[in-house]
C-alpha cells in the first residue's frame, strides 16, 4: 500500500475569527514586507505523540483545536482578510507615493477567503512516519527527510501570490491537522511570507497552542489569557515603514543614504533580467505581475543590479533532504574552536555557537562540492530579523515579516580548507555591520525601488548556500495539548539546492539541521570524516 492510499481528507473549510470585525480595514504592508512576495510560504509541521486521555481520532481534540484556532484569530483578524496588490489611490497622501508591487490587505468583509482548514487522517502509527526526539539524538542523529513527504501533512491550499499575478479570493494562512491510527497528530500551518517570517509564525502558534491549553485543561491557571504577551500581537506595518526616515519635502533621493545602503554585503539579482545566461522562462508571468506599465516603464530609470546566476544552479538535479543532529557539546566545541582560530580584524570578536555552527557546515557543503579548482567566490546568504535591529526595536509580537537577506562570501578555497574560526569570524563580522542605521538605510533604499520583488537578495545552486534560523523560537515548546515537548518539528522546505535552517531542540542545546543538496554531494557531505570531528560520543 503506498504513503497516498494511507492518509485521507476528512473537510476542508473556511474559518474566521471568533469575533467578527465589524468594519473593513485595508492596511498597507510595511515595505519590507513587500520585498519577500516573492518568497515560499513560511510554515512548519509540528507532530505530537499520543498520550494517555488523548486520541486525535476523537473529534473534540479537533473540534477545540478549530475554536482555540479561531479565537487566536481575534488578535490576528487580517490573517483572514484578501492580499491583493496596492493602486495609486492606496497611496494617496503617503510620504513616499510609490504603489507597484506593494501588498495590502483588507479585512473585516462578508468577502474575506478566512483561514482554510484542512483536517485529514493517516492510518499509520505516528512512529512510521517520523523519529522520536530520542532516537533523533541517537540512532537517528542523521536521518533522511526525503522520505517525509511534507505536500502530505501541509495543507495543499493555493495561497494568495503563490504566483505573484494570482490572489483573488485566495487565502494568505491554510492550518492542516492529521490524525494517525495511535491517536496522535500533526499541526501544520503556512502562511504567505508578506504576512508572516519565522519569529511571527511562532508567535501565533504560540498564541494558539496557549488558548488551545485552556480548552483542553478546563483551567487557565488563575492567568487571564491576555496575560501573556505572545497573545499581544502588534500589526502597525507602518512603525517599521517609519525606520526609513523619508523627508517628506524631498524631491530626490539622498544619494548618501543610497549609496551607505548599496554597499552593504547584499546582493542585487534581477528578477526581469530575461537576457541573463540560463533566464527560465517560468519566471516571467510572475515578474509581469508587479511590474509598472509599459508606458512608465519607458520614463523609469532602474537601479544598478547583477544578473542572477542561473547556470550555476541545476534545477533538474535530484536533490535530497537530510536532518542532521549536532549535539549541546559538538557545537560548544566547534565555538571553542573557532574562538581560537579567529584571524586579522574578526580577532577579540565573541561569535556565537550559531556562528560556529554555520561556518562548520558551511565548510562541509563546500568541501562537498568539489570546487576547489574553480577561482570563484562562493556565498553563505543569511536571513537576518530585523526587530532587534532598528531603534528604537520593535517587539517580537510585531507582526510581519521583517527581514533581509545578506551574504557572506569567500573563495572556494578559502571555505574548504579555511578554519572554522575564519569563517565564524567574517560570518559575525558581516552580521556587525546590520546595526540600526545600516537597516534604516536599507529601507530607505527599498522604498524608492521601481517595485520591491524586482531584486533577489540570494540564490541557490552550487555557488550559494542560503540559512535560516529558528532559534530561540521554542519551537519545539509549542504544547497544544498540555503533553510537553512536540515529537518532532520540521519547517516548510522546497527541495532545492543549497537550503539550509537551523533549529534548537527544548532545553537540550542540541540543534537540528535541515540540509537540501543535490543528491551526489549530499552524499559526499556525509561520508567526510570532518562532519563529526567535534563529536565525542
Known sequence: MDAASERHVRSVKRIFAATRPRNVTTTRLSILDATVARFSPCGAIWFYDTVKGLDANDPVVFNRLESALSETLDDYPHYVGQ??????????????????????????????????????????????????????STSKRIWDASSLRQSDYL??????????????????????????????????????????????????????????????????????IGENMRLRALFDPQMLDAHANLDPR??????????RARSLPMHRFDWWATNAPGYPSWATASSNATKPSPEESLQTQLSPSTYPPWPTWDLSAAVTHMQIRFSAAEVGKMKSAAMSTLVGDAQGQIVSRQDALLAHLWILVNRARQLENLNE?????????????????????????????????????????????????????????????????????????????????????????????????????????????????????????????????????????????????????????????????
Open 377 to 537: 567566490p562562493v556565498y553563505l546568504d543569511i536571513s537576518l530579523g530585523l526587530r532587534s535591529r532598528v531603534s528604537p526595536p520593535l517587539p517580537d509580537s510585531f507582526v510581519g515579516s521583517p527581514i533581509l537577506l545578506a551574504y557572506v562570501t569567500k573563495t572556494v578555497a578559502d571555505t574548504a580548507t579555511g578554519t572554522i574560526g575564519a569563517i565564524a569570524g567574517a560570518i559575525r563580522q558581516t552580521l556587525s555591520r546590520f546595526n540600526a542605521r545600516a537597516v534604516s538605510d536599507y529601507i530607505y533604499d527599498a522604498s524608492h525601488e521601481v517595485s520591491p520583488q524586482r531584486l533577489w537578495q540570494a540564490f541557490l545552486g552550487s555557488r550559494h548556500l542560503l540559512a535560516t534560523s529558528w532559534a530561540r523560537a521554542q519551537t519545539y515548546e509549542v504544547d497544544f495539548c498540555g503533553t510537553g515537548l512536540a515529537r518532532y518539528v520540521q519547517t516548510q522546505m522546497p527541495l532545492m539546492d543549497g537550503l539550509l535552517q537551523l533549529m534548537d531542540v527544548g532545553e537540550t542545546g542540541d540543534f537540528d539541521v535541515s540540509l537540501a543538496l543535490e543528491k551526489d554531494t549530499m552524499e559526499r557531505l556525509l561520508r567526510d570524516p570532518m562532519l563529526r570531528a567535534y563529536d565525542e560520543s
Open 250 to 259: 524631498a524631491t530626490e533621493p539622498n544619494a548618501e543614504t543610497i549609496q
Open 155 to 224: 495543507p495543499s491550499t493555493t495561497l494568495a501570490f503563490s504566483n505573484l499575478a494570482e490572489y483573488v479570493g485566495r487565502p494568505g494562512v491554510a492550518v492542516q491537522l492529521t490524525a494517525f491510527k495511535c491517536g496522535g497528530f500533526a499541526v501544520s500551518l503556512k502562511i504567505t511570507h508578506c504576512l508572516s517570517d519565522a519569529t511571527c509564525l511562532l508567535q501565533f502558534v504560540h498564541s494558539w497552542a496557549d488558548r488551545s491549553r485552556v480548552l483542553f485543561s478546563g483551567s487557565d491557571g488563575g492567568k487571564p
Open 83 to 136: 492580499l491583493e496588490w496596492a493602486t495609486k489611490k492606496h497611496f494617496e497622501g503617503a510620504v513616499n507615493p510609490r504603489y507597484v508591487g506593494r501588498p495590502i490587505v483588507a479585512y473585516g468583509s462578508a468577502d474575506d477567503p478566512g483561514v482554510e482548514l484542512v483536517l485529514a487522517e493517516d492510518s499509520r502509527e505516528l512512529s512510521a512516519v517520523v523519529p522520536s526526539v530520542a532516537e533523533r
